[in-house]
């Protein structure tokens, strides 16, 4: 088995650094300062890279070949009809039995600037048939720390023949840096005019809806203390949020801002993809133990996962996330931080 290999991200400009592993290109680590120069972890995972490779929840993780769920692991392409195994209930979730997340990438270089490690990318080449997929599949996932303290990774994939890509990076985040705390002291500001409601196996209905006049209209902020609290048939029954919201505009641009009351410390995050799926952590409490020997319980963090909308194989109206020779996906991701 190839050896994980774990990076440390740091810049001599700044406070802010940052843990990388080849083990699914996952984000272990990510240390914010507060008001007070107190610099603390606010990202929720495991305490060691061991901890990270046993849970279940995706920690920081890279997730594909397709992120999120697809309806009953099929999808059809160019008159091809392909079965991806079911591993959430009867859907397909962020790459059914072969996800990347759970895989070891290689280490194909690394940014370093006056000495100091910046940057590294990683590289995962995925056979065709991978997990039911067409299509060999060439993917790099490049972690970069800037020297004003902002994190982004870039993904880029390319093929030898048409089939469907989603990543994402799953880091959860809760900016109070206390591993016994959760994100109901957060507030949450989302870019979004519309959301996807969802079944009750938490897979996008196909709708998409306007925010106005329901819980999702996050475009002024929510209290998620509050939000998680109501008796929403979107919520409640579904143990919180886990709902994609469709970013408004187009390019990279500031999709959100998370903001912890307590410790006043915010994460800004652009994107250039078409949605942002939210989700408040409602099953944390089936995962390994957490950062400081905390038991993780429900809603210890949140995550905020850049993609195209969930199940788009399926639905020809939302975005494609068809990929075709010749052609190349690319993904930004950029972090912000503040306080």
């Known amino acids: 088995m ?4 774990v990076i440390l991200l740091e810049s001599a400009q700044s406070p802010v650094r940052a843990v990388v592993t080849s083990h699914g290109a996952s ?18 995972g495991g305490n060691t890279l061991d901890d990270h490779k046993r849970n279940v929840a995706c920690f920081g993780a890279t997730c594909g070949r397709v992120a999120n769920r697809i ?10 009809d392909y079965q991806i195994a079911v591993n959430n209930g009867p859907n397909a979730l962020h790459g059914g039995d072969a996800p990347f997340g759970d895989r070891e990438w290689s280490v194909e270089s690394v940014i370093e600037i006056d000495g100091v490690c910046q940057g590294v990318t990683f590289l995962l080449e995925s ?7 067409p299509g060999a599949l060439t993917v790099r996932a490049t972690y970069l720390l ?12 390319e093929t030898d023949r048409p089939t ?26 989302v870019s979004a005019s519309r959301y996807l409601p969802i079944d009750e196996d938490h897979l996008a209905t196909g709708e998409v809806l306007a925010v106005d006049g329901t819980p999702f209209d996050m475009r002024e902020g ?6 998680l609290a109501l ?16 970013i408004d505009g187009d390019g990279t641009r500031c999709a959100l801002r998370l903001t912890d009351r307590g410790t006043g410390r915010w994460m800004e995050m652009l994107t250039n993809q078409p949605a942002v799926h939210v989700y408040t952590g409602g099953y944390l409490d089936a995962t390994v133990p957490g950062k400081g020997g905390a038991e993780y319980r429900a809603y210890s963090g949140v995550a905020l996962e850049s993609e195209n909308f969930p199940d788009a194989p399926n639905h020809p109206e939302f975005p494609s996330a068809v990929l075709n020779p010749g052609e190349s996906y690319r993904h930004i991701i950029r972090w912000r931080f503040g306080c």
Request: charged share 25%; net charge negative; hydrophobic share 35%.
């Open 231 to 246: 008796d929403d048939p979107q919520i409640g029954p579904m143990r919180g949020l886990d709902h994609a919201m469709a």
């Open 127 to 133: 056979p065709d048939g991978d997990g039911g997929f």
């Open 164 to 189: 469907v890509v989603n990543l994402t990076n799953h880091v959860y985040w809760n900016l109070s840096g206390d591993p016994e705390s959760t994100v109901e002291s957060h507030d949450l500001k």
């Open 27 to 44: 984000i272990l680590k990510v240390e914010v300062p507060d008001a007070n120069g107190q610099l603390a972890d606010v990202v929720v």
């Open 71 to 80: 309806r009953n692991g099929k999808f059809s392409l160019n008159g091809e």
């Open 146 to 157: 800037s020297d004003d303290g902002e994190l982004s990774v870039e993904y880029t994939a």
């Open 222 to 227: 929510i209290d998620l203390g509050e939000t």
């Open 2 to 5: 190839a050896q994980s290999h």
